[in-house]
Protein backbone atom coordinates (compact mmCIF):
# COMPACT_ATOMS: atom_id res chain seq x y z
CA UNK A 1 0.00 0.00 0.00
CA UNK A 2 1.50 3.52 -0.79
CA UNK A 3 1.97 5.89 1.45
CA UNK A 4 -0.10 8.52 3.22
CA UNK A 5 2.22 10.84 1.74
CA UNK A 6 2.29 9.38 -1.63
CA UNK A 7 -1.35 9.42 -1.21
CA UNK A 8 -2.21 12.98 0.02
CA UNK A 9 0.37 14.47 -2.57
CA UNK A 10 -1.82 12.67 -5.55
CA UNK A 11 -5.05 13.99 -3.96
CA UNK A 12 -3.02 17.24 -3.81
CA UNK A 13 -2.49 17.13 -7.64
CA UNK A 14 -6.14 15.61 -8.10
CA UNK A 15 -8.15 18.38 -7.09
CA UNK A 16 -5.68 20.99 -8.50
CA UNK A 17 -5.73 19.46 -11.92
CA UNK A 18 -9.34 17.61 -12.26
CA UNK A 19 -12.92 18.64 -11.48
CA UNK A 20 -13.51 17.10 -8.44
CA UNK A 21 -16.51 17.53 -6.26
CA UNK A 22 -17.01 14.28 -4.00
CA UNK A 23 -14.67 12.69 -1.75
CA UNK A 24 -16.51 9.55 -3.61
CA UNK A 25 -14.84 10.92 -6.76
CA UNK A 26 -11.45 10.93 -4.83
CA UNK A 27 -11.20 7.65 -4.37
CA UNK A 28 -12.42 6.96 -7.60
CA UNK A 29 -9.28 8.71 -8.98
CA UNK A 30 -6.94 6.86 -6.95
CA UNK A 31 -8.60 3.37 -7.24
CA UNK A 32 -7.70 4.05 -10.47
CA UNK A 33 -4.15 4.18 -9.79
CA UNK A 34 -3.83 1.22 -7.19
CA UNK A 35 -5.06 2.76 -4.29
CA UNK A 36 -8.04 1.53 -2.68
CA UNK A 37 -9.21 3.29 0.53
CA UNK A 38 -11.66 3.83 2.98
CA UNK A 39 -14.01 7.30 3.03
CA UNK A 40 -13.22 7.58 6.59
CA UNK A 41 -9.62 7.63 4.86
CA UNK A 42 -10.25 10.16 2.12
CA UNK A 43 -12.40 12.18 4.90
CA UNK A 44 -9.35 12.31 6.81
CA UNK A 45 -6.81 13.45 3.89
CA UNK A 46 -9.33 16.20 2.86
CA UNK A 47 -9.11 17.76 6.71
CA UNK A 48 -5.45 17.29 6.62
CA UNK A 49 -4.70 18.87 3.51
CA UNK A 50 -6.62 21.56 4.77
CA UNK A 51 -9.26 21.05 1.32
CA UNK A 52 -12.81 23.16 0.85
CA UNK A 53 -15.81 22.49 -1.17
CA UNK A 54 -15.93 25.79 -3.16
CA UNK A 55 -18.92 27.17 -5.95
CA UNK A 56 -17.81 26.74 -8.95
CA UNK A 57 -21.23 27.87 -10.86
CA UNK A 58 -24.13 25.96 -11.76
CA UNK A 59 -24.76 24.61 -8.55
CA UNK A 60 -22.18 22.70 -9.03
CA UNK A 61 -18.74 22.64 -6.48
CA UNK A 62 -14.88 21.68 -6.52
CA UNK A 63 -12.28 20.76 -4.40
CA UNK A 64 -9.31 23.22 -3.82
CA UNK A 65 -6.67 23.96 -1.79
CA UNK A 66 -7.82 26.65 1.35
CA UNK A 67 -7.33 29.88 0.48
CA UNK A 68 -4.57 31.74 2.45
CA UNK A 69 -5.45 34.63 4.11
CA UNK A 70 -3.87 34.67 7.87
CA UNK A 71 -0.40 34.54 8.31
CA UNK A 72 -0.31 31.38 10.52
CA UNK A 73 -2.83 29.88 7.48
CA UNK A 74 0.35 30.84 5.08
CA UNK A 75 3.22 29.66 8.02
CA UNK A 76 1.20 25.87 8.51
CA UNK A 77 0.27 25.60 4.35
CA UNK A 78 3.76 26.17 3.50
CA UNK A 79 5.04 23.25 6.27
CA UNK A 80 2.55 20.83 4.86
CA UNK A 81 3.37 21.53 1.21
CA UNK A 82 7.39 20.92 2.57
CA UNK A 83 6.53 18.38 4.27
CA UNK A 84 4.83 16.74 0.89
CA UNK A 85 6.17 17.91 -1.93
CA UNK A 86 10.23 19.27 -0.91
CA UNK A 87 12.98 17.08 -1.29
CA UNK A 88 15.97 19.05 -1.30
CA UNK A 89 17.12 22.24 0.08
CA UNK A 90 20.62 24.01 -0.52
CA UNK A 91 22.21 27.54 -0.17
CA UNK A 92 24.88 29.54 -2.41
CA UNK A 93 25.66 32.75 -0.46
CA UNK A 94 22.10 34.35 -0.53
CA UNK A 95 20.44 32.30 -2.53
CA UNK A 96 18.50 29.43 -1.64
CA UNK A 97 17.41 26.20 -4.20
CA UNK A 98 14.14 24.33 -3.00
CA UNK A 99 13.72 20.92 -5.06
CA UNK A 100 10.53 19.83 -5.39
CA UNK A 101 8.33 16.77 -6.73
CA UNK A 102 7.43 17.47 -10.28
CA UNK A 103 5.44 19.72 -10.86
CA UNK A 104 4.83 21.31 -7.42
CA UNK A 105 7.77 24.43 -7.32
CA UNK A 106 5.52 26.86 -8.34
CA UNK A 107 2.55 26.34 -5.57
CA UNK A 108 5.59 26.02 -2.78
CA UNK A 109 6.61 29.56 -4.45
CA UNK A 110 3.48 31.55 -4.46
CA UNK A 111 3.18 30.09 -0.84
CA UNK A 112 6.90 31.75 0.01
CA UNK A 113 5.29 35.01 -1.27
CA UNK A 114 2.44 34.82 0.63
CA UNK A 115 5.08 34.91 3.58
CA UNK A 116 5.54 38.87 2.90
CA UNK A 117 8.83 38.50 4.63
CA UNK A 118 11.29 41.27 4.36
CA UNK A 119 14.39 38.99 3.80
CA UNK A 120 13.01 37.33 0.75
CA UNK A 121 14.14 39.36 -1.96
CA UNK A 122 11.74 37.17 -4.26
CA UNK A 123 10.94 33.87 -6.02
CA UNK A 124 11.44 32.24 -9.05
CA UNK A 125 10.30 29.00 -10.32
CA UNK A 126 10.48 26.26 -12.51
CA UNK A 127 9.05 22.66 -12.38
CA UNK A 128 10.63 21.21 -9.58
CA UNK A 129 13.12 23.57 -8.67
CA UNK A 130 12.61 27.20 -6.62
CA UNK A 131 15.02 30.26 -6.62
CA UNK A 132 14.67 31.80 -3.05
CA UNK A 133 16.63 35.18 -3.11
CA UNK A 134 17.36 36.45 0.59
CA UNK A 135 18.49 40.04 0.98
CA UNK A 136 21.69 39.07 2.55
CA UNK A 137 23.50 35.55 3.05
CA UNK A 138 23.22 35.74 6.97
CA UNK A 139 19.45 36.07 6.25
CA UNK A 140 19.81 33.12 3.45
CA UNK A 141 21.55 31.14 5.98
CA UNK A 142 18.18 31.72 9.10
CA UNK A 143 15.85 30.89 6.12
CA UNK A 144 17.52 28.12 5.34
CA UNK A 145 17.51 26.98 9.01
CA UNK A 146 13.52 27.93 9.10
CA UNK A 147 12.89 25.82 5.87
CA UNK A 148 14.98 23.05 7.06
CA UNK A 149 12.73 22.86 10.32
CA UNK A 150 9.61 22.76 8.13
CA UNK A 151 10.51 19.26 6.96
CA UNK A 152 10.67 17.64 10.44
Do not use: C, W
Not at 106 to 127: H, N, P
Request: aromatic share 4%; glycine share 8%; proline share 2%.
Amino acid sequence: MPSKEYRQRLIAELVESEFISTQAEIAEHLARRGIKVTQATISRDVNELRLVRLPAGNGQHRYRSTPLTAQEDVVGELGQRFRLFVRDLDRGENLIVITTDEGHASGIAYVIDKLDRDEIVGTLAGQNTILVIGRSEERAIALLEEFEALLE
